[in-house]
Every structure is written in C-alpha cells, then in structure tokens.
C-alpha cells in the first residue's frame, strides 16, 4: 500500500501572518490521495476497478486545480507581505516558503529563484542552501548542488544532514582538492562525534534526518510500484512532476484500458460474479464465470477473470487454461499475462512462469511489471546475475515507488559478485532514492569498506547509527574500522555500544576484546576473548549442523530418487526433527511417507505441516490420504476446513488489494 | 663441482662450466617497471622442460582430495648450486588404473635453463594419492631429504645421493595417516635436527565420501571441508638415527582439530624458538607458540591471527611469513576464499598481529578469488617483500552453483610500495599471471641464479607453470645459501639480518611454506640500488651469531656456521 510524503512545506509549519498558509499544507494531499487510488485501480486485480479509477482520476484533476490555486494564494500573500518591507530575515523565510512549495508542486526553476533570493537576503542561513541544493538535483545540476551542500555545511556545521550531504556530494565539487580533503576530514570528525555523542547519551534516532521530494513514500519492504505498461507514459510524466500532463495520458490510456473498454466487464452479471468472489464465495463466483465465459466468448477480460478465480481455488490447471485463452484473445492483455506468471509461480512451476514472463516482454516491451516479475522468478531460481539485467532494466521504467528495494536487490547482486565499483555505484543510487533508510547506508559503507574507503565507511555507518541507533552491526562495523586503523580506544568505545544493543553481536565482541588486549587491558580483554570464543564456537556448531541437515536432506532425495521411500522417510524424519519448522522439510517428510505406502504417517506429518504458516493446499494432500485408507468422513472434514482456509485468504488478498 | 667442493675451497669461485654473463653492478636506484613496459614474468616450463600435468583423477564421485593438489618444491637435490624441482603427484580414489598412472616427477636444472626428468632413475615411487612436499637434510648428511604428503600415508625419502632417494618411511617412522596436507621442516627443540611438522585436513576418507549438491538438478559438487571432521596436526620429533617420534600429544599439538591446509614456521616473537603457524580452513588458523620446553601454546586469538578483523574464521589455505614492512618482525600473509579476501596480519611485536588486510589494500584485489599457493618475494630486486597468490577455486563446476563465479582464475601479484602498502601488478605481470588457471601451489626460487626469483605454481588438472622472472636487473640482489654445522646443515631456523647502507632486512632460513610447498631454502636479498652489504648477521638455531662485513651484491654468498663466508659466486643475467 502507497503512502503519501509529506509536503516539504510542512517543516516550515506555518509563514506567520499568512492566512493561506493551512491550505497550502493541505493542498498537496487530495492530489496524492487520487493517485494511491489510482494506483490501487490500474492494478486490476478483480475487473471491478472503473469506478474507483474513473473517480479518482476526477479527484486528482480537482486536486491539481486547487493545489494550483492555493499556491496562487499562498504567492499573493507572500508577496504583499513583502511589499510591507519587513526585516530581510523574515523575508528570506517568506521566499523559502515559497519556494518550498514551488519545489514540491515541481516548478523548479522558481523554487531557484525563491531560494535565491532568500539566500542574498539571507546569507547565514544553512538550510536555504540545502533546499536549492535539493532543486538542483532534481534538476540534475549535480555540481549546483555540491556546491550548495557545502555552503549548508559551511553556515552550519551543527547539524549531521549537512555534514553528510557534504560528503556524499564533495567528489563532483570544484574546490581544490586540498580544501576539499580537510574539509572532508572536518565534516566526517563531526559526523562521527555527533553519532557517538548521541548514542552515548541514549537520545533517539534522527527519524528521517534527510528531506525528499516525492509524492509518495518509498514504502520501504513492498514491491515497487510498476504500471500497467498502458500507462507507462503517464506514470512517467509524473515522475517528472508535469502533473497536467501525467493527467492527460492518464485519461488517454484509461480510454483504451481493457478494464474501461471490455463489454463483459460493464455486464452487471459479471460484476456481481466478481462480488461473489470477493465475498470469499468462491464456487459461486466461478459457477458464474463460467456462464459468462461462454457468453462473452470473445472477452479476453473475462478469461481472465475467470482463471484468477480458478487461480484463488487452487485449480491451477484451469487457471492456466483460462488465461491462456485470454492472451489468445488479446495479445496485449498484460494483467492475464502477469496473472498466468503468479500461476506458475504458486504451483511451483518457476521455469514456465520464466517462459511466459519472457512471452510478455516479447509482445509488450514496456512491460515494466514483466521485468520486475522476471527478476523475482530469477531470483527463485538462483539466477542471480539474469535476476539483476532484469532488475535493472525494470528500473529504466521509473517506479514510483519502491525503487529502494530494486536498488537494493541491485546492490547486493553486485556485491554477491565482487564488483564493488558497480556495488557502490548503485548503493549509492539507492541511498540517493531513499536517504532515510538505515539498511541503504549499511549497504553502502560495507562497500565502501570492502574498497578500502575507510571514511567514506565510517560516514556511511555513522549515519545508519543515526537513523536507527539500535543498529549494533552500525556500532560494530565501526568499531571494525577504528581496530584496523589501530584507533583501539575508538574501537573499544564503539564495540561497547554495539555490545549494549546486542550482546551477541560476535564481531564487536571479538574487536573489543582485541582492542582492549592492544591497548594492555589484559585481563578484560582475555574475558571479552574468551566470550567471543564461545561466540565463535556456538556459531560454528550451528554452522556444522547446518551442514550436517543439509547432508541428511540430499540423502533422503537421494533415496527417493532411487524409489527407495522408507529409507528417505527416515532421513527426512531425522531431518525434521533438526528443524522442526520448516514446513518444506515436513512435506517431504509426509510426501516420502505417502509414497511408502505409509498413509496414516502421511497425514499426520501434512496435519504438522498445516499447523504452520502455509498455503492451504496441503489439505489436498490430506484429503487424498484419507481416501486412500477409505476415511471418507475425515476426508470431508479435511475439505471443509479447506474450503474455510481458502477462503480466509481470498478474503484477505482482498482486504490487502 | 658441488657447494660441498665450493665450502672447502672457501674462496670466490666462479662456475666456468655456465655460458652465461656475470650480473653487473647498478649504483642508482630505478623505480618499478611501469604498466606498458614487458611483462614482469614469463611462463617457459614447457621451454624448460618442466613439463607435468599432474593427475587429479577427478571423478563423478567427487572426492574432495581430486580437487585440492597437488603441490611441488624447489630444492637442490644434488647440491651443484642450481635449484631443482619436485612435483607432486595426485591419483585417482574412484578409477585404478588412473592411479596407478600416478608417478612425481625430479626435475633436474642443467643450469642453462632447462631441466631434465630423472625421475626415473631416482627411486621416487608415487604411494597412493599425493599431495605436498617439503625437503630438508633430516640426517645432515649434506644432501637434501625429501618428505611427500598424500591422502592415505606420507613419503619420507632419503637422499642417498648421485640423484638416488630411497623410501626410508617405516623404519622412520613418519607415515602418519589419513589425509596430510603441507608439510614444514625446523628444528624445535634446536637439537641440530630438524624435526616435521605436518598438516592435516579432514576425514574425507574414501568411505565417507558424502554427496553434496542437489539430486534434482543431478547437480554434485565437492562438499564443503565442514561436513567432515577436521584432523589434528602431527609433529615428528627427529631422534638423530634416522628416525622420528610422533610427539604430538606430549607437545601439545593433538589437543586441536583444524582443517589444516598450510603450514609455515616462523620465529614471529624473535624468542629464537620456531613457532607454527597452521592455516585452517573455515575454522580458527592454529599459532603455536614454542614453550621451549618440548611442548607448544596455541596462541592464535590471542595474538589475532586465529580470524579476521570481524572475529570469523576465513578457509585459509597458503601461508607465509615475512617481514614487509621491514620492522624485523615477521608478519603473516595467507590465502583464503572468494570473497573472503586474503589476510594479512602486521606483526607488533609483543606477540601481537593486527589483520592489515584492509590497511595494505590487497583486500579488494583478492576478494574474488580463491587463494591458494602464496609466497612472500621481492620480484624487483628493490629490498621489499612483495607478494605473489596463486588462485583457483575449489568447486570445478562452480559456474553452475553460482554463474559468473570461475574455477579457473587469475593469479595475482602485488609491489610492495614501501608504506605498508600494496599495488596490484598482476598486469605488468604479464600473461604468466592473466592466464587462468586452478592454481594451487606457488613458490619462489632462483631457477636461473640471476638473482631475481623465479615462481612455480601447480595448477590442479593443469600443466605446472614456471614463471621466468623477466627483471632487468635495474637493482642489485645477493642470494645467502647458509650452512649449519653445529645447528642443522641447511640453516632451517636461522635468521639472516641484512644492512645495505640504511636499510636493514630481515628473513629466515624456512622449509614449507604456500600451500603444499616450500620455496627455494637459499635467501634472497634484493638490495635495490646498494651494490655492498654492510653487515649480514646470522642467528643459528644453535644460538651462534655470525657477523660478515662489506660484501659485495650480486653474487651468492655461502655462510658457514661459525665459519662466516666461505664460498661466492657471481650472479647471472640472461
């Protein structure tokens, strides 16, 4: 699920004296509002999208009017404030106002401007620099913008976001490389001095210490938010903040979507099949479909609605069968493509989904969701160099949202493959696309670390201790980098806080002891050895048991390829009884025991396997054993509770969507 | 004529029989060859006659020990002042007759750079699948004995002379068992006697051969050394009558299980007592310190080598000392996985290893590689350590477990820039260092007595490389070939301190190091733009200090124990 950001303008709260100043703050968000429905629209997910699409494009077109009037307003009471001459201080602020809101509407060149001339009227004011160093970048003025982080950092060299910023964009200044080195060394001494003084004194984390101008939040964690190649034209003008525009093809591409155009979807009949759907009815709803289908034979779209709903029953093959009819019928039916890759995904067949996802890139190259669909069944597959080309070119579609996490993903590829250079460079993206997020600025430093960029390192870790001063791997990488530049008492200093957040955290406990035994603490330091020993030797049992499982695992398949099942049944029985929750380890155990001929065993392992938190089509493989041993009331009891399973999830995918 | 004939002239002899030209003098210093200039290093073993391709018998049952060796040495088996080689040979666990096609090969340097197989004619005879090797005068006849490791039991061959070994095993004593792995000559107890220390690796004995990989796919690989039992390290003490007791438990040495794969022997607290160093793969590296009293402490945590910088252990592999930084500490460098990097710990005296891999910048080039074979070396002559890593990794089909990931792999050379730094050089080196290969073993040894060293390195399944080292002698270099006479003949132990105007270095006499190997036993000295040594000091195992003044560079200097210098011989160039 989308969520808004925040209007820059909120951190100004309000321009004293403005009367229009509350509905500047609220101006951004019906505008925001209509897109998250949108986007939740153009998913299509159950064909009963038309009239939340239609309304929210409406919405958003009413909002974009009035977030424009408001800003019409807000301008006209600046500018008479101004004219009453007031101190160049308070001035200065009225044109950082403004030209937030410029900023945030993505009228950039005036947010320059307004900057401008509050920095001149201005000029001690560090975060003026910031905000027109944040314009610059969106306008791709990266030396603009270093050359305004510095300034920030310079009039205010207090606060961490501007020493950060400093360095993360100092390479691309213009100073002297001398200024810049001790300028650099300056700005990470203090960086590095503010996080230690902050987690010395137990303060909170700086929640999102860096200011981003987006429309929505980077939902960090979900699926990026690719559009239905249909729309790709629209969602990208919005990512270039011409919002007019972005409506425009909005409204062109809604005017050709399936989902607006398609007769059988403005049958009533088929609407209230879909209800039925939603409403978990399940049966009925596929009873429906099916008359439907037969009745709109041509509509690709009730194809494919009808295999989601044979989909959503786990009857795979007639899912398939469906959609696959609803591609014949309309080639460019991207949901039922996407649909058919879900399919094959559920009932674990990877390589088709990888076959049909390639289909859909062939005959609709805009596909971003097929990139970043090929991507996921790659990544299931352990592809992982072919994982990232597609993540990567799934990024040249400009998600909306989620970017994070494809950069993520990127970065940890790179990294998986020794290319640190490339690592870094997408790290960097990624920090870029979401500065707020601890985990882009641990990625990045253990990067930047692995290149022998110590400070760089450190900046990074500091940082992520910053955001989330809990992180002890942030606390212990540190105390990694002070220990091998011989700063031990930095080390024991950093090692200590990432002890007190996590006791188990083994690297700080080893760096601590190490240091402390460089710097003659003997005794303690011979005490931290000895835990970081034991550390070391738990981690290594657990690692050796790993193995061991892992040898047990083969083995049992091993047997079972040879049709030997009750041989396998007792290594996998061994096996479960090393991981008790892994319900994959279960399944083997019950399907080994099934084909033993072992059936009442069966159901009791598949009836562990239902305790735990999976799909509910393993009561299929229950009920099919208490066939076999002619336990038909069990067996129907087993249905029922199936049929319950189903449709509790169906009924939660809806709630979700 | 012999070194033996040399000693006893005790004069400046010049060899007449060799047809190559006496190196001359430089008295400015050069820097390094920059990119662009020749390569750095040659490949000429097939030139040279040195031309093996040991059997690994790799098999679809995927013995762990097919994918591991084998390895080889430098060392002068019949004393005439050329260095020759020994190669191991591997076998086959799952096909017999491949076995049985399993022969080392002596290779003879003929000292015009070409070698001679004579293997033949000198008794060495494969037992079982083979390993690693280490060489030393057990018995201080004054002829190089001759130590094989393999999977099953170890070699020990004496050397009876005129190119003749015999198996001299069983009444030795020193067979050991399951798989043994490097192997390091040194004199323990400073006896006179160098005693043996040998790795050993894990329980991957042909009944406990495990699968691993996935049936589904029908996808085997070799498995990983923790599903097995790691095995303990064996010392030999030597008994001066030819045989050797298996002191392992009364020294201290059985209380640990490792996955020993490199060993080397080192004085790394200049205590005067050799220690050992036992790189371990995926468990905890092994440091015994030397109590002096017959027994050993395992100080590795303590001292910081155990794991790296972040408290995990690393699959270390090769290993060697040396002083890099030119503090007289001895420093430790070792070979580890991809991404991994390799480890290199800067001696602080005291005991006391920092892990300098990041501080040294040869983490970064070596993380995507498998590092095997590694030895210290100053390829240029300019009186500072550089180092030399031979790569290959250990799963053959890897690129099926993990694409883009190489069985084969480059090998990597690094200058030493004098600031506890490193550069990577491997493509100055030349092809002889881009090829990919699965190198395992690498070592250093003057096959030419040009005074820059030259490199070996196995390759598993491979042809053995001889790298010819193409320095143009922009620096000066001496080479120190000591004799003990109340410690042990070859010198095991001694610590050589060298002073060229303000320049001191420090080495030590070793033998075993790398990975299943062990380098050239003559010390090498680059002595950059110096063309006199001022003062070279030797500290004997026995304790004896001898001190030699003003000798001239380019040439190999022959110390005797309390007898100073007592042979010189011109160096080469090509």
């Known amino acids: ?657 | 004529m012999t070194m033996r004939a040399l000693e006893l002239v005790g004069a400046t002899v010049i060899l007449a029989a060799l047809p190559l030209a006496v190196r001359p003098s430089r008295s400015t210093p050069l820097p390094p060859p920059s990119p662009g200039s020749a390569a750095l290093f040659e490949n000429v073993a097939r030139a040279a006659g040195v031309d093996f391709k040991p059997i690994n018998g790799a098999s679809l049952d995927k013995h762990l020990v097919e994918t591991m060796g084998s390895g080889g040495l430098f060392f002068d088996f019949d004393d005439d002042g050329w260095t020759d080689i020994f190669l191991v040979d591997g076998g086959s666990l799952a096909v017999p007759d491949v076995a049985r096609r399993s022969r080392h090969r002596l290779y003879r340097n003929r000292g015009n750079g070409t070698f001679d197989d004579v293997t033949g004619s000198s008794g060495i005879m494969p037992h079982g699948y083979g390993m690693g090797a280490c060489a030393a005068d057990y018995d201080n006849d004054g002829r190089v004995d001759l130590y094989v490791t393999g999977f099953g039991e170890n070699t020990l061959y004496r050397n009876t002379g005129r190119g003749q070994f015999r198996d001299v095993t069983r009444p030795a004593g020193v067979q050991a068992s399951q798989w043994s792995t490097s192997c390091a000559f040194a004199d323990f107890d400073r006896d006179g006697f160098v005693d043996l220390f040998v790795t050993r690796y894990v329980d991957a004995a042909m009944g406990n051969n495990k699968y691993c990989g996935d049936p589904a796919r029908g996808l085997r690989v070799y498995c990983h050394p923790l599903n097995y039992q790691g095995l303990t390290s064996i010392l030999y003490h030597n008994n001066h009558n030819g045989t050797f007791t298996d002191v392992s438990v009364p020294a201290g040495i059985a209380k640990y299980r490792g996955n020993g794969l490199g060993v080397v022997v080192g004085d790394y607290d200049d205590d005067g007592r050799p220690d050992v160093f036992v790189a371990n793969d995926s468990v905890p590296n092994f440091l015994y310190h030397n109590e002096g009293n017959g027994t050993f402490k395992e100080v590795a945590l303590v001292a910081g080598v155990a794991v790296a910088n972040d408290g995990k252990p690393r699959a270390g592999m090769g290993t060697d000392f040396g002083d890099y930084d030119g503090d007289g500490r001895m420093d430790l460098a070792i070979g580890n996985h991809e991404f991994e990097t390799a480890s290199l710990f800067r001696n602080l005296g005291n005991g006391l290893f920092l892990d300098a891999t990041s501080e040294s910048r040869i983490g970064t080039p070596t993380l995507p590689y498998v590092t095997f074979g590694l030895a210290w070396l100053d390829y240029d002559d300019d009186g500072k350590l550089d180092l030399a890593m031979a790569n290959g990794h250990v799963i053959d089909n890897t690129a099926l477990v993990r694409p883009g990931s190489m069985y084969a792999q480059p090998r990597l050379l690094f200058h030493n820039n004098g600031d506890r730094t490193f550069t990577d050089v491997s493509r100055e080196a030349g092809q002889a260092f881009a090829a990919a290969k699965v190198g395992r073993t690498l070592v250093v040894g003057d096959v030419d007595n040009d005074g820059s060293p030259d490199i070996l390195v196995t390759n598993n399944g491979e042809s053995v490389d001889l790298l010819r080292n193409r320095n143009d002698h922009r620096n000066n270099a001496v080479i120190v070939h000591v004799i003990g006479r109340q410690s042990n003949r070859d010198g095991i132990g001694a610590k050589l301190r060298l002073t060229a105007g303000t320049t001191t270095q420090v080495r030590e006499v070793r033998a075993g190091s790398s990975y299943l190997g062990q380098n050239d036993t003559r010390v090498h000295f680059g002595l950059g733009a110096a063309t006199r040594i001022d003062r070279l000091e030797i500290r004997w195992p026995s304790g004896q200090v001898d001190v030699a003044s003003n000798i001239s560079g380019n040439q190999i200097v022959h110390m005797t124990e309390g007898q100073g210098v007592t042979g010189r011989v011109p160096l080469r160039v090509k």
Not at chain 1, 336 to 347: C, G, N, Q
Request: overall charge negative.
């Open chain 1, 1 to 657: 699920m989308q969520r808004p950001c925040l209007p820059l303008v909120c951190l100004f709260a309000l321009i004293p004296g403005l009367a229009s100043g509350q509905s500047i703050l609220d101006a951004k968000q019906p505008f925001v509002g209509g897109l998250i429905q949108l986007i939740a629209g153009v998913r299509g997910n159950f064909g009963d999208e038309r009239s939340p699409v239609t309304a929210s494009l409406g919405a958003m077109e009413t909002a974009l009017s009035a977030w424009d009037a408001s800003i019409q307003e807000y301008r006209t009471a600046v500018e008479r404030q101004l004219q009453g001459a007031p101190p160049a201080a308070t001035a200065a602020g009225m044109h950082v106002a403004l030209g937030a809101v410029y900023l945030d509407r993505g009228h950039i060149d005036a947010a320059v401007d307004e900057f401008t001339v509050a920095a001149t009227l201005d000029p001690a004011r560090a975060d003026i620099h910031r905000f027109r160093a944040l314009a610059y970048e969106i306008a791709d003025k990266s030396a603009n913008a270093a050359a305004d982080f510095r300034a920030a950092w310079t009039l205010d060299s207090t606060d961490p976001a501007n020493a950060y910023l400093f360095l993360l964009h100092a390479p691309t200044s213009d100073q002297p490389a001398t200024d810049q080195s001790s300028e650099r060394e300056r700005a990470l001494t203090f960086l590095s001095a503010f996080q230690r003084r902050r987690a010395a004194e137990g303060q909170a984390e700086i929640a999102a210490p860096f200011l981003r101008v987006t429309l929505l939040d980077e939902a960090r964690g979900a699926d990026p938010f690719l559009p239905p190649a249909i729309y790709a034209a629209a969602f990208r003008r919005l990512n270039e903040r011409r919002y007019e525009d972005a409506l425009t093809a909005f409204r062109q591409a809604w005017a050709a979507d399936p989902l607006n155009t398609d007769p059988a979807l403005a049958s009533a009949a088929v609407q209230e099949a879909i209800a039925s759907l939603k409403n978990g009815q399940v049966d009925v709803a596929l009873s429906r479909l099916d008359t439907y289908v037969r009745q709109f034979g041509d509509s690709s779209e009730a194809r494919r609605l009808s295999g989601t709903a044979y989909w959503l029953d786990d009857q795979y093959e007639k899912s398939i069968e469906q959609l696959r009819a609803a591609i014949a019928l309309n080639p460019l039916n991207e949901r039922a493509r996407m649909t058919l890759a879900d399919v094959y995904v559920s009932s674990r067949h990877p390589s088709e989904a990888e076959h049909v996802l390639r289909e859909a890139i062939e005959a609709i190259p805009s596909s971003g969701q097929a990139h970043w669909g090929l991507a996921r069944v790659f990544q299931m597959l352990h592809r992982d160099a072919d994982a990232r080309r597609e993540l990567e070119t799934a990024m040249t579609f400009g998600p909306l949202a989620g970017a994070g996490r494809v950069l993520a993903s990127i970065a940890r590829s790179y990294l998986n493959e020794a290319d640190l250079d490339a690592a870094a460079r997408v790290s960097r993206a990624w920090v870029a696309a979401d500065p707020n997020d601890a985990a882009a600025h641990e990625t990045l430093g253990q990067v930047y670390w692995k290149q022998n960029r110590e400070s760089e390192a450190l900046a990074e870790f500091a940082v992520e201790a910053l955001i989330d001063p809990n992180a002890a791997s942030a606390h212990a990488a540190i105390g990694q980098i002070h220990l091998a530049a011989g700063r031990y008492a930095e080390a024991v200093e950093a090692s200590g806080r990432a002890l007190v957040r996590n006791p188990g955290q083994r690297e700080a406990r080893y760096a601590l002891a190490i240091a402390l035994l460089r710097l003659g603490d003997e005794p303690r330091g011979r005490q931290e050895l000895a835990a970081a020993q034991q550390l070391q030797a738990e981690d290594l049992g657990r690692l050796r048991e790993s193995y061991a499982t892992n040898l047990l695992r083969i083995e049992a398949a091993l047997r079972e390829q040879q049709g030997k099942f009750d041989d396998a049944a007792s290594l996998w029985r061994q096996v479960t009884e090393r991981t008790p929750a892994a319900a994959s380890d279960l399944l083997s155990l019950a399907d080994a025991l099934s084909k033993a001929g072992r059936h009442a065993e069966a159901i009791a392992a598949f009836r562990e396997v239902a305790k735990l938190p999976v799909q509910p089509d393993v009561y299929r493989s229950i009920i099919k054993e208490y066939l076999v041993l002619g336990r038909t009331e069990e067996a129907d009891a087993a249905g029922a509770a199936y049929q319950q399973l189903k449709k509790e999830r169906l009924l939660k995918l809806v709630a979700e969507r």
